[in-house]
T-cell receptor
């Protein structure tokens, strides 16, 4: 147990709908990453927060994606006008400690029909 | 730029046999290297990591990996496979940074363990 909860764990939506995922780290970690994992692939980096500031964004993060981390604790990832290609597991990953270790949450599996 | 190549999308072993999962990396700066394990419908769990200290790294569940700079490799081994080791294994590379430190993952190797 990494002390990270993600909700919902599964989301099925129709193409064109908006979805929002939430990540709640139990411990205080000032850094937080989001990754996306498609079937048969390793996770790919999406975005990075240090406290409440979003400092890095991948080219994978199109204009339809937005992430926030108000107050530097929990984080949300919203996808607008979902497409079938957005179907994936979305992984939240708080980071901290001496080695800046990343602790992966269980993920939210999104299926876009 | 950094990248990771995992040779073999599937590896099959018998229970009690040696486990060897291969990982080669490419990095223009001294790398940090990681092995993660993923069980079905779960997130990734860190098995072990190399962060420029000892080249032979011991992790959880009896796994270990050796950093070989000359071969740009970081292969994962376990002397004796157990049925519970069946899972997906990912090698990842990063670099030393006090702040932003994204992980670049390989495509994964599924370990199958037969009785």
């Amino acid at each position: 147990d990494t002390g990270v909860s993600q909700n919902p764990r599964h989301k099925i939506t129709k193409r064109g709908q908006n979805v929002t995922f939430r990540c709640d780290p139990i411990s205080e970690h000032n850094r937080l990453y989001w990754y996306r994992q498609t079937l048969g692939q390793g996770p790919e980096f999406l975005t990075y927060f240090q406290n409440e500031a979003q400092l890095e964004k991948s080219r994978l993060l199109s204009d339809r994606f937005s992430a926030e981390r108000p107050k530097g604790s929990f984080s949300t990832l919203e996808i607008q006008r979902t497409e079938q290609g957005d179907s994936a597991m979305y992984l939240c990953c708080p980071a901290g400690g001496q080695d800046n270790e990343q602790f992966f949450g269980p993920g939210t599996r999104l299926t876009v029909l | 730029a950094q990248s990771v190549t995992q040779l073999g999308s599937h590896v099959s072993v018998s229970e009690g046999a040696l486990v060897l999962l291969r990982c080669n990396y490419s990095s223009s700066v001294p790398p940090y290297l990681f092995w993660y394990v993923q069980y079905p419908n779960q997130g990734l769990q860190l098995l072990l990591k190399y962060t420029s200290a000892a080249t032979l790294v011991k992790g959880i569940n009896g796994f270990e990996a050796e950093f070989k700079k000359s071969e740009t490799s970081f292969h994962l081994t376990k002397p004796s496979a157990h049925m519970s080791d069946a899972a997906e294994y990912f090698c990842a590379v990063s670099f030393m940074n006090t702040g932003f430190q994204k992980l670049v993952f390989g495509t994964g190797t599924r370990l199958l363990v037969s009785p």
